[in-house]
């Protein structure tokens, strides 16, 4: 390849220093939220408004319940409490309903001590009032327990989801479970475009809302960008996921970035949590050992990392979650009308 001009080069810089800049400011800004002695635990962050705090480091339900062997998830849960994971991510449709049944299992064993040390969190599939209600209490009984700490509506990803939720009830029957003490605090997750996350934000004042974070959604279509600043408006607190590029991580699989960057990327942003899929005890030990021992993405690291990246990420190659409907669930395409 030629070498750019002298204008261009120059220009190329300038901009990549003004993305690290903002991204600095997001690190500094999440930085100053931990509360962690060194060597102890894991760095922990307010959610929100709420006056609760949970650890950087999310366990996600969809990974937990795809380990085959069911006492090995249940072993994965119990380790990870141990190393000081106090949050746990799941929903009412992961492996139809499965994920809820093996963490419930996890959480209720030895008397429920588990489930007393968790800060726990699902999701309602539906927009509609009846059937929210109808999926919350199913969440409830696999889960075992008398109360959500934290509930959202899941997949808000079409322009007319925002809308749904309201005139379809759902919102409202939400909020009345709510009232009866089966559910702590409300948000909503989404994956598909940061303007329909900003089209739901005023709905209602959410506890939380749930997106994807990584080094890719820096360049295209970027939640970091514009939805944390306008949650961080309003008192709602960020929960980052896809940290890898969802699924397997593709932009570890495609050599992007390391594990280690990513995750680490994600924690540096202002963020309370990163949902982390992790199936095995090695993932969990490499995960928590990130997490523990965890210093920001910032200064010339952070510029690297970013120059790196860019490449690979403007035209959203490693987060078709954000184009597509193929990595919507089956239940959210049957209710938008795809096969």
Known sequence: MADLPIDETRREFLQAGVAATAAITLASSARAAEDKKPGEGLPMRPVGNTGVRVSILCLG??????????????????????????????????HDGGSEEIM??????????????????????????????????DSLKRLQTDVIDLMQMHEINWDNDPE?????????????????GKVKYVGFTGHKSPHIHLKMMPVHKWDTVQCPINVCDHF?????????PAAKKQGTAVIGMKSLGGGKGKIVQDGVATAEECLRFAMSQDVVSVVSGIDSMDVLKKNVATARNFKPVEGDELAKLLAKVKPHAGDGRHERFKSTIDFDGPYHRKQHGFA
């Open 104 to 137: 419930g299992k996890a959480l209720a064993a030895d008397g429920g001590k588990w489930r007393k040390k968790v800060f726990l969190m699902t999701k309602v599939c539906s927009r509609k009032g009846p059937e929210v209600r109808k999926q919350i209490e």
């Open 164 to 180: 749904w939720v309201v005139e379809q009830g759902g919102l409202a029957e939400l909020l009345k479970m709510q009232k009866e």
């Open 220 to 228: 295209y279509r970027s939640f970091a960008k514009e939805v944390i």
């Open 61 to 94: 339900g969809w990974h937990i319940g795809d380990v085959k062997d069911k006492d090995e998830a249940v072993k994965i849960m119990h380790a990870a409490i141990d190393e000081g994971v106090n949050f746990f991510d799941n929903c009412w449709d992961y």
